[in-house]
């Protein structure tokens, strides 16, 4: 006889275009996971935050593997939970990005996803860390965080256009941003040197809001990041390493008017916002690091 596993789902119900076909696309799903020899048992977020809660509370009860069907906010909150436990993360990515899923090549399609799953093969993950200064909280991160002009961009996306173009809504409002933004200066201090920055992206892996590279030398396999660097208050500037980040290699190690750093910890001082995984997180202070232990991803 087949052996089975035990699994849970978080689930968001908004995800895709949420209702009723979610939770039909949802059923179908876990379906698909039973006949492969997984045995499911699903819970929906109802509100911010309810993936972490779900996932630490699924985990301090014994869940071998949580499986996570949303966008990276969804997985990112969970993260949150599942950080230090013995809880594997699986991913069916259903968000409007899915940049995690893209960078570790994970499959969309649901039966593709149960397949996955269902083999059970993992891989070993270091993920960042960011602590506020002024608060003490701490936030894990797949991805990125990036300081100044990306975190400004995030807060003025409008949900609505979020849910209705996807990741265009990030295009739309950060070239409309960028025509009148007034970049604050901040500091970043990596292994006892200071440096002076408009913009920083503290990356995790090699992409950044979908397609855009501008740490593409950073693996999330490996316990350290890739920070890129920016001072300057041209806007073409700004534009310049657009398109460089757009091109298949991303932006070069020795791209005029970037600086790049492989670090395992960084400290940001000064007063710009910081976005984490796409969601605004706060405001320097902050310290980032790689997280003591990694997570165990099922891919």
């Known amino acids: 006889m087949m052996k089975r596993r035990e699994a849970i789902l978080i689930s968001n119900p908004n995800a895709g275009r949420g209702g009723e076909r979610r939770a039909r696309e949802v059923a179908r799903f876990c379906e698909s996971l039973r006949k492969r020899g997984v045995e499911v048992e699903a819970f929906d977020t109802s509100g911010p935050n309810d993936a972490a809660r779900l996932a630490a509370s699924v985990a301090r009860e014994g869940a071998p593997d949580v499986i996570v ?5 969804t997985i990112n909150e969970a993260l949150q939970g599942l ?3 013995e809880a594997r993360l699986a991913v069916w990515p259903r968000g409007t990005a899915n940049v995690l899923a893209h960078e570790l090549r994970l499959p969309f399609d649901a039966e593709d996803a149960a397949e996955v799953i269902a083999r059970g093969r993992s891989q070993p993950v270091h993920v960042g860390c960011a602590t506020n200064e002024r608060t003490g909280e701490q936030r894990y991160f797949f991805l990125m965080a990036g300081i100044g002009l990306d975190a400004s961009v995030v807060q003025h996306v409008r ?3 979020k849910r209705r173009v996807g990741e265009a809504a990030f295009w739309y409002a950060g070239l409309g941003h960028l025509a009148h933004w007034h970049p604050l200066p901040f500091n970043i ?3 006892g040197q200071v440096f002076r920055a408009t913009f ?3 990356g995790k892996a090699a992409h950044y809001g979908g397609n855009l590279a501008i740490t593409p030398r950073a693996r999330m396999e490996e316990p350290e990041f890739e920070v890129c ?3 300057s208050n041209s806007r073409l500037r700004f534009l310049y390493l657009l398109s460089h980040a757009i091109r298949p290699k991303g932006v070069a ?5 970037a600086k790049f750093i492989r670090a395992t910890q960084a400290r940001v001082t000064g007063d710009a916002l910081v976005q984490i995984d796409g969601e605004l997180t706060g405001e320097l202070p ?3 690091e790689i997280a003591p232990s990694p997570i165990e991803i099922i891919r």
Not at 69 to 73: H, L, V
């Open 229 to 231: 660097i920016v001072d």
């Open 189 to 191: 201090e990596v292994d």
């Open 253 to 257: 190690e020795d791209m005029r008017g």
């Open 200 to 202: 920083a992206a503290i």
């Open 286 to 288: 902050m310290t980032f």
């Open 159 to 161: 949900p609505g256009m």
């Open 83 to 85: 950080i230090g436990t």
């Open 69 to 73: 069907s949303g966008g990276d906010g």
